[in-house]
Structure formats: C-alpha cells, structure tokens
C-alpha cells in the first residue's frame, strides 16, 4: 500500500526525484510541470534549467556561429557531475545564465529539493543524465504553435523584434532536427500541441489548444489513486466544445497510447481524479481549474501527467530494498512504469 500521507514522506526521504523535461525553446516546458509543482509547493520542488550550462555566451555564440543547440557548444561533462552531486542531495555551485544580458552572471549555490525539475534542450543527450533522471518527458509543439509562442515571449519578455526572432528559429531549425528531437525516444511521455480544431481563435484568445498526451503502456499503478472521468457531468453539465479521443502514435520508433483533448471541460468530470490525488498526498486543495469552473484540454493533461508522475514515485518509495535499493524501483522492468 502506498503512504497516507505522500508528502511528507518525500520530504523525510533522502531520495532525489528527477523529472526531465525536453523541447526547443519556447515550447511550453514549464507549463506541462505546472500541476506538480501546485501539488508539492515550492518548498519540495525546484527548477534547473539547461541553459545555465551554455559553453558560450550570446557574442560568442554569433562570433563563432553556433546555436546553443549544438552539443559541443554546452558543458554537458559538468552538468553530469552537477546532476550526479543533485541526485546525491548535495549543494551545487551553479552557473548563472542570464537572457536578458545573453552573459553569464557569477555562480550560485543550488541545494536540491526532494523534487528537482531539470528542463532545457538536451537532457536526455547522454546516456549519463538519462540514467539520473526518473521521469522523462518532451514537449513537442506544432511547428506553428511554437513560432507564435516563441514570438509573443521574446518580444515581450526578452526584448527581440518579431523579425529577430522569426530569423533566429530558422538558423535554429536544422540543429532542432538534428540534435534535439531525437531526444522525444527516450521520454517516458510526450506531449503534443496543435491549435485548436475549434479554431485557432480558441488558442490565441481563450488558451483552448489541441492537446495529445503520448504515453507508454502502465505496467505498474496504484490501485488507490483512481484515474477516472465522470461522464454524467460531462453530458449534464458541460456547455462547451470538448473533445477526448485515443489512438495509437509511433515516437521515435516506440508506439505510444496518444489521448488527445481539445476544448474546455466543466472541471466536475476531471474532480475526481484532483479528489483522489489529494487524498494519496494529503495536499488540499488540488485545483487547477479557472474562475469560469472549467478546464481546458491543456489543464486536464497536466493532471493526468501529474498522476502519472506520482505513480512513478510512489514505486520508488513502496519498493522492496533487494540490493540495488531503491534504485532497483527504477531500472529493473517490475518498477519502471513507463518503459525506456
């Protein structure tokens, strides 16, 4: 049986829980981790982003003309080290770089949480990283999708003209392809978004997308936290356009079940799946649903990849110590929920 009381034991236990998350800049990273970082509280979850480990800053990235996308343009011989010594709980002195200034700024001392997010382009380049990670997930936008987010977040956060930074994703695209989206095999579940088919209106004016959550088959789940959608207020209570339809994708040579959701859902269909998460972690109230008392397709992904993840680390802490620990739990075929 799994814990009553989820969160305090992840703060009591020495284990370091690593989510990986992969995708090009601006594809909406920090969105699908949302739900965990609610759940948990800043107290229990942190953030470590990749481009701190850049080898060059901005000038010389155009003086040497590489993008940050290249591997060799990246210190991923002390980024290992660094996520080795986080997964050891220990203090870090972290490199600092700074958007805004396209330099680095000084050093910072980085002390991990019981749940360390750890986000960027390349994650799960070497073979080194993906074995430190737990959980594995990519986000992968439509190519549209992604230039009018990357647009509207440059331009308004970072300062770049539209023109600056619709040129820099075209020099980006070949090493996005070639050096990036390869990475989407190795994930644990991947996350899809395309405008919505109820118009693209949808997605620019009410954050309505089309959204496809591609996982690996569920070996292991626990039996407590429910997963469910309840159709009664699904056909009485809801009066917008929604959609839920599952299919099956190839990513990266790896057939995936893909359940797609699109539109806005009356947050009553998804409460018991929220009521049944807080019951495993004694966390209330879980809710991320808006003012209007709907959710859309993006929010109701976000729960079930937050399920999900709390599955993976339930595992972890409920496994059998049979030599290899608690790390038995996450490479031996009986705990990995997921696949690799």
Known sequence: MPPSDFKRVIAESPYIFIIGVAGDSGSGKTTFTRAIREIFGEDLVSTITIDDYHRYDRRERKELGVTPLVPEANRFDLLEEHLGELKAGKTIQKPVYNHDTGRFDPPVAFKPTKILIFEGLHPFITQK???????????????????????KR??????Y?????VREMAEREPDYERYVAPQCRFADAVIKIAFSKYGREASEKKNVYHVTLCQSKLERSIRDVDLSIDLFPLLSLSQRNFMVEFTTEDIGGKAMGALAFDGELNDA??????????????????????SDGYLTAGDVAQLILAWRIINRRIFIESAPET?????????GNGGCMCGR
């Open 269 to 290: 269909v998804v409460r018991k799946l929220e009521k049944n998460i807080e019951i495993q972690t004694q966390v209330q109230p879980i809710d991320l649903v808006g």
């Open 161 to 165: 003209s539209p023109e600056a930074v």
């Open 323 to 331: 030599g290899g620990g608690e790390k038995t739990a996450l490479t």
């Open 129 to 151: 990283m993906r074995d430190l990670i737990d959980f594995k997930l990519y986000v992968d936008p439509d190519p549209d999708v992604k230039r009018a987010w990357k647009i």
């Open 154 to 159: 440059d331009v308004e956060r970072r300062g």
